[in-house]
């Protein structure tokens, strides 16, 4: 049974914006994280829950913002000033079970 659900992936042009929703059943907010994966690289992570703020990788960091709304289970990533390497399919992960559990993702193309 999925536990975590990914939405919001499309098509924009460079510059643009774009808000991923991942929802999680069990709402453990601080377990939470976003990654993509492009085609030909391996899976990054691209926003991490911290004990006081989130994580984000030098390529994202300004850009993208990983918010939660607790009352609702829903967590967001807000993805400003897309560039064509942003592209890639983007998963959600809930971190506390052993193992993960990991949505099935959603794709972001970001072309011209």
């Known amino acids: 049974q999925v536990q975590v659900m990914e939405s919001g992936g499309a098509s924009v042009r460079p510059g643009e914006s774009l808000r991923l929703s991942c929802e999680d059943t069990r709402t453990r907010g601080h377990c939470l994280r976003w990654f993509r994966e492009a085609p030909g690289r391996t899976r990054e992570p691209v926003a991490v829950f911290g004990s006081e703020e989130v994580h984000y990788p030098d390529s994202v960091r300004g850009r993208f913002t990983m918010s939660k709304d607790n009352s609702r289970g829903i967590f967001y990533l807000q993805m400003n000033d897309l560039k064509v390497e942003d592209s890639g399919v983007y998963y959600c992960?809930?971190?506390?079970?052993?193992?993960?559990?990991w949505g099935r993702g959603t794709q972001v193309t970001v072309s011209s």
């Open positions: 992960a809930d971190f506390c079970p052993i193992p993960p559990d």
